[in-house]
């Protein structure tokens, strides 16, 4: 399975960005599209998920209300609408997926991901 992550950039607070996550090869049609970001000197901490065989998604308190999630089957590939950033979102931005499907619970979990894109830079300037 190969995730290529894109649509990420320098943006002025209050800004939009979509990122853009197409996977290929052999990937599950059941198992979870995630995102995640690392911040400089920071650990990689968790975005928004959505579950791609229930359509259900969760998002981090830090997020919610502002990022959105979305997924198109036909192109195998998974969006985050970014919307009102504001320069802690500053970060590179990756998308994780996994061979199957997993507990709602652990989607939210880096460990629980077995690929990884290279991940996008998102810049949000004060």
């Known amino acids: 399975v190969q995730l290529q992550a894109s649509g990420g950039g320098l943006v002025q607070t209050g800004g939009s960005l979509r990122l853009s996550c197409a996977a290929s090869g052999r990937t599950s049609s059941s198992a979870p599209m995630a995102w995640f970001r690392q911040a400089p000197g920071k650990e990689r901490e968790f975005v928004s998920v959505i579950d791609t065989w229930t359509g259900n998604t969760i998002y981090a308190d830090s997020v919610k209300g502002r990022f959105t999630i979305s997924r198109d089957r036909a192109k195998n590939t998974v969006y985050l609408e970014m919307n009102s950033l504001k320069p802690e979102d500053t970060a590179v931005y990756y998308c994780?997926?996994?061979?199957?499907?997993?507990?709602?619970?652990?989607?939210?979990?880096?460990?629980?991901?077995?690929?990884w894109g290279q991940g996008t830079l998102v810049t949000v300037s004060s």
């Open positions: 994780a997926t996994r061979s199957g499907r997993i507990v709602t619970s652990s989607q939210t979990q880096a460990g629980v991901y077995d690929y």
